[in-house]
């Protein structure tokens, strides 16, 4: 590391920090329960609730998506949004959900611990996937793909370098949305349906850089990369997202928890 006093992200999957949109989560139950809110109960507007947590709309749909996820919402096309007819979850479900391994996003990671982040497209186009990328996302060879190339910052300094594919069905916004700022996490929870990073599989591992990495990182050929690679299905277990980073390997630290189940 060049500089002791810039921080280091720590991976994608950060078991002390949450996105804003679980926390909005969080408040919007916290208040209904206080309310004891009753199935069939219609909730304020999105646009009121987007003020009353002074967040975004679209900050404010993850939220919304996540309750309906659990079951303690549920939406209308013309009405808005009601109590589901469910209930309420009981007051430990969503703390213990709260408190696992979170799936986070570069912008998640980024919000939760006070930086600033910043984006650089290289490209994005939508191309027929592979063959090996229909197996991976499950989609049919020839299907639609939202390809991104990216560079992406934080506090103005240059972290990783953010291959994503996605399948464009899975959410269409996809091609009328400015990446140099746009959050691609929020913008799947913001999809209709939403589309809700819910799980990953992820590996890590170390190489020299090729000729262009040297070029973008402007660094010596002699610098190690931390290559890490990701594929995030939705709360469906259906694959969204196939994804390629690498860092520099004085900028990345990932940490993981490991459990015994037994």
């Known amino acids: 590391m060049t500089d002791a006093r810039t921080p280091l992200p720590r991976g994608l999957f950060g078991d002390d920090v949450l996105p804003l949109y679980e926390r909005t989560a969080t408040q919007l139950l916290d208040d209904l329960r206080a309310a004891a809110a009753r199935p069939g109960d219609r909730l304020p507007s999105e646009r009121a609730m987007a003020d009353r947590y002074a967040v975004s709309r679209v900050t404010l749909r993850a939220a919304l998506a996540q309750l309906e996820s659990r079951g303690v919402v549920r939406p209308s096309s013309s009405r808005g949004w009601f109590v589901a007819e469910l209930g309420l979850l ?3 479900t969503m703390t213990s959900a709260a408190a696992a391994p979170q799936v986070q996003g570069f912008a998640d990671y980024a919000q939760a611990n006070g930086l600033t982040t910043a984006g ?17 996302l499950r989609i049919a060879p020839g299907a639609d793909l939202f390809d991104l190339h990216r560079l992406r910052f934080l506090d103005g300094l240059l972290v990783v370098l953010e291959h994503n594919r996605l399948p464009l069905a899975a959410c269409p916004a996809l091609t009328e949305t400015d990446f140099t700022t ?9 999809a209709d349906p939403p589309q809700l ?16 990495e ?14 890490a690679t990701q594929l995030t299905s939705n709360q469906e277990a259906r694959p969204i997202e196939l994804t390629v980073q690498v860092y520099r390997g004085d900028r990345y630290r990932f940490r993981a928890s490991i459990t015994n189940q037994t």
Do not use: C, N
């Not at 746009?182 to 913001?190: D, E, H, K, N, V």
């Not at 819910?198 to 591992?205: F, K, L, N, P, W």
């Open 120 to 136: 650089k497209v290289l490209s994005a186009t939508v191309r027929p996937a592979t063959v090996h990328e229909a197996e991976q």
């Open 197 to 212: 990073p819910r799980i990953a599989d992820y590996s890590v591992e170390a190489r020299h850089p090729t000729p262009r």
């Open 182 to 190: 746009a959050s691609l996490y929020a913008t799947l929870r913001a």
């Open 90 to 92: 009981p007051e430990a």
């Open 214 to 227: 040297i070029e973008l990182f402007e660094i010596g050929e002699t610098m190690p990369m931390l290559v």
